[in-house]
């Protein structure tokens, strides 16, 4: 895992920019000038720990800087007959390159982002993995390109701020963080997940961005036992693929199904007694998973390390994980996230499994089960009762999310936008003065389909996995994810809706799950990974939290300050709580960047 940047032009401030990668790659650094380009790249050596595997990788006239881990290099190279000179998986990608120029990403198994920089045509040939685990931005004006693993990297290298994008400010308020291309800066994008970008300079179309990677919802599995054991055999498979590292690997486990199947299943491939680390806190217990942890540590035999988190650590880490956020994000999750990997980077360790991409593919969300019956009812309407629905709407008290699902149902509008949805349309009109507008994308017609894959793009692939890397590779931790191999998401997606769902949340994976993991972990009510931090943040800076709102928002007039007021005293009883922390992070971010 590591950083990579690059420019088209020659930089007094490259050094700088490429020391701010450090921290997601302090085991080596280097920058290589191509005659007017200048290329970086920070390595947390994982596979082959040898100084030919470092970065920027040049052969044939072909220089590469990658960020992330190709799983399935070493059949790659058999299959494909590629000649390497080293044991890395980076040289893969150019030897891959040199045999299928751009179609040869839909080979790769892994999480990456990448650019080969081909010099005999002078190409910038830039990707990222299928659903955006590892972070790309980039830069493009006035024939000036830059890219790079952080933000904070490109804007070094500008003469000026760029201005706030509006529009992210939109989305990040309906979805914890931005989405798409668009980042909290004008003029500065994110490279989609699944996407690939071509940059010829003396091509008269500069800038060309294809989509390689597209989930397909053909319904080929519709028989429930099939489709337990080839889950079964594709589980074992995506774990086993991704211990292969020159590291120890360890795996989160908090006590929930996802995390604690998989560290079954690791013991159980490597029949070693393995490390497993998990968080909690020493009051507000109704957040806590500690005690579940153990059991499934205790079941597994592994080397459990549990920590323990109080108010004052707390605090203490949370300035320091929105630095490593580097935008505003609106999971409060990322702290005790911050302090967990601190820890584990701390005890020598570099690479762990972790759960995500679970909920999202097997239906692990109790609000599918909730909106599933919304759709049925949708359903059932004749278009009389929808008429009279209609007349009836705008007296309905619009302020519960009920209200405003019934309204979608009756407008014909998107009745799922996604599990991390907070302020919803009615809510935004009443926030923003005005609201910048952007395009949401048309539901599928099976909402279990259209819910396990919009999940999958907003809730997952931006929200969750950003402040997976963001925050990891901030402690120089590696995060690796088995349930997101695409052989297994591809498949999930193949099984006929019906058996996916079943009778429970999790239908398919606690069958398979109950041969591993106690029954008391797969029966248990589901919580999200989830901290006191309204309780806690609300004690240590109280009226200063809506002080700092209300200062930005007199410098940015985005917002009615009326229901601002409104949010922070519904937060005092721990109502809209999410509300008031996307506005405080978002407020706290804008103050730094804008108004220091």
């Given amino acids: 895992m590591c950083g990579i940047i690059g420019t088209n032009f020659i930089s007094s401030k490259f050094d700088k ?10 085991d080596f650094q280097k920058a290589v000038k191509i005659n007017d380009k200048e290329f970086g790249h920070t390595r947390l050596a994982i596979i082959d720990l040898n100084e030919e595997a470092n970065q920027p990788m040049i052969f044939d006239d072909i220089l590469l800087v990658f960020n992330g881990e190709i799983y399935n290099y070493k059949e790659l190279i058999h299959v494909e007959h590629l000649e390497c000179k080293t044991q890395s998986d980076s040289e893969v990608l150019i030897r891959l390159y040199e045999k299928y120029e751009f179609d040869f990403l839909n080979k790769l198994n892994g999480m990456f982002s990448f650019c080969l920089y081909d010099m005999k045509k002078d190409r910038y040939f830039c990707a990222r993995d299928r659903y955006g685990k590892k972070p790309f931005f980039y830069y493009f004006k006035d024939k000036k390109f830059i890219f790079s693993s952080s933000i904070k990297s490109i804007l070094n290298l500008l003469d000026y701020k760029p201005n706030l994008n509006k529009v992210a400010v939109s989305k990040y ?8 291309e668009d980042t909290f800066y004008q003029d500065i994008f994110k490279l989609e997940a699944a996407t690939y970008m071509i940059y010829e300079p003396n091509k008269p179309s500069e800038l060309q961005k294809k989509r390689y990677y597209k989930i397909n919802t053909y319904k080929a599995i519709k028989d429930e036992k099939q489709a337990l054991n080839d889950i079964e055999e594709l589980l074992f498979n995506s774990v086993e693929l991704r211990l292969n590292s020159d590291v120890e690997v360890a795996s989160l486990l908090s ?4 995390s604690s199947l998989l560290s079954a299943l690791y013991s159980k491939i490597s029949g070693k007694k393995i490390n497993t680390f998990s968080v909690g806190y020493d009051e507000h217990k109704n957040y806590c998973e500690l005690s579940y942890a153990q059991i499934t540590a205790n079941y597994i035999g592994s080397n459990h390390n549990p920590i323990e988190i109080n108010q004052k650590e707390y605090i203490n880490h949370f300035e320091e994980t929105l630095e490593f956020l580097e935008e505003p994000h609106g999971d409060s999750a990322a702290i005790p996230l911050n302090i967990l990997t601190k820890r584990i980077h701390q005890s020598g360790i570099k690479t762990v499994l972790s759960g995500e991409g679970s909920d999202e593919i097997f239906l692990g969300y109790d609000n599918y089960a909730k909106f599933l019956k919304y759709y049925e009812f949708e359903k059932s309407l004749s278009s009389e009762q929808n008429i009279f629905l209609n007349d009836i709407i705008g007296a309905l008290q619009n302020n519960t999310k009920e209200s405003e699902y019934l309204r979608r149902i009756v407008k014909k509008q998107n009745l799922y936008n996604s599990f991390g949805e907070i302020y919803t349309d009615i809510q935004r009109k009443r926030l923003f003065k005005k609201v910048p507008a952007f395009k949401s994308e048309t539901a599928k017609q099976d909402p279990v389909d259209w819910m ?3 999940d999958l793009k907003i809730w997952l692939g931006e929200s969750l996995l950003s402040k997976v890397d963001r925050i990891s590779m901030g402690n120089s931790l590696e995060v690796r994810t088995p349930f997101l191999d695409f052989n297994l998401v591809n498949y999930m997606f193949s099984i006929e809706s019906k058996i996916k769902v ?11 799950a109950s041969k591993y993991i106690p029954d008391e972990i797969i029966n248990r009510t589901k919580k999200g990974f989830n901290s006191p931090f ?5 004690k240590e800076y109280k009226d200063s939290i809506l002080d700092v709102i209300l200062e930005v928002n007199k410098a940015t007039n985005l917002f009615n300050d009326s229901y601002l ?7 005092k009883s721990n109502k809209f709580k999410q509300h008031l922390y996307s506005l405080y992070i978002f407020s706290l971010w804008y103050k730094k960047e804008y108004l220091s």
């Fill in 17 to 26: 920019s490429l020391q701010l990668l450090n921290n997601r790659g302090p």
């Fill in 173 to 180: 308020m309906q979805y914890f963080v931005s989405y798409g």
């Fill in 255 to 258: 006590g929930g199904i996802d």
């Fill in 452 to 454: 396990s894959y919009i």
């Fill in 502 to 512: 079943g009778d429970t949340n999790k239908y398919l994976l606690k069958k398979i």
């Fill in 534 to 538: 309204n309780e806690w943040l609300n």
């Fill in 565 to 571: 007021l409104h949010i922070y005293e519904l937060s």
